[in-house]
């Protein structure tokens, strides 16, 4: 899965999505540091839409989607939230 993963990261951040500006694989811990089978990808647009759905119609996206359907990864729905990222306070 980890392969799978890497290689949609590759894609959202080559030349072909010029419109995804970052693109970051996490994998959810247990407290004692186990690895478990929940990611968590964090995604930056140059947009709240148009880098989106570049994204989602993207080969790399297609296939990690294909990929993750045929080995039955996906056991629950996925959750798509959308966040506005504050400002860095002064450390004043």
Request: glycine share 6%.
């Amino acid at each position: 899965m980890a392969a799978i993963m890497a290689a949609a990261q590759a894609s959202a951040l080559s030349d072909a999505e010029p419109n995804t500006l970052g693109y970051r694989v996490t994998r959810v811990l247990e407290a004692n540091g186990k690895p478990t089978s929940t990611f968590i990808i964090i995604e930056e647009y140059n947009g709240p839409k148009i880098g989106l759905v570049e994204h989602t119609q993207s080969a790399g996206t297609k296939a990690m989607m294909k990929a993750f359907k045929d080995e039955g990864i996906l056991a629950e729905k996925s959750v798509l939230t959308f966040c506005d990222e504050l400002p860095p306070k002064s450390k004043l």
